[in-house]
């Protein structure tokens, strides 16, 4: 029986970093409100189910990790339009497109190929 972790030392390090931003986002969306609405706790609910599912190298856990980090330009699109997109709040912006950029870097890609189940 393998061991569960909630970090990975042995991945690339732009997976670490994704697994802990994903957690982060969790933390975060809880803080601000997140724990007050059925949304908020999927989101919650997503982001350290992301995290773990990396960390444990699940396809499923990239996918959602993927899926998650994606979601707040497709909200805010779809909601508000282009305009609204590149308006937000500006660390919140820069966590998720260091969230994409991490998983789709090219080592992130590869690893998660050869390496996930």
Same mark, same amino acid.
């Given at each position: 029986?393998?061991?569960?972790?909630?970090?990975?030392?042995?991945?690339? @390090?732009? #997976? @670490?970093?994704?697994?802990?931003?994903?957690?982060?986002?969790?933390?975060?969306?809880?803080?601000?409100?997140?724990?007050?609405?059925?949304? %908020?706790?999927?989101?919650?609910?997503?982001?350290?189910?992301?995290?773990? %599912?990396?960390?444990?190298?699940?396809?499923?856990?990239?996918?959602?990790?993927?899926?998650?980090?994606?979601?707040?330009?497709?909200?805010?699109?779809?909601?508000? %339009?282009?305009?609204?997109?590149?308006?937000?709040? #500006?660390?919140?912006?820069?966590?998720?497109?260091?969230?994409?950029?991490?998983?789709?870097?090219? @080592?992130?890609?590869?690893?998660?190929?050869?390496?996930?189940?």
């Amino acid at each position: 029986m393998e061991p569960r972790r909630w970090m990975n030392q042995s991945q690339p @390090q732009t #997976l @670490q970093i994704a697994v802990f931003l994903l957690y982060i986002n969790a933390f975060f969306t809880a803080f601000y409100g997140g724990l007050g609405s059925v949304i %908020g706790l999927i989101l919650i609910a997503a982001n350290v189910g992301a995290g773990y %599912g990396v960390a444990n190298e699940k396809r499923w856990g990239y996918g959602l990790a993927l899926a998650v980090a994606f979601l707040p330009f497709v909200l805010r699109l779809l909601l508000n %339009g282009l305009d609204d997109v590149l308006g937000t709040n #500006l660390i919140n912006l820069m966590l998720v497109i260091a969230l994409v950029a991490l998983l789709l870097h090219p @080592q992130s890609r590869e690893y998660q190929r050869i390496w996930f189940k």
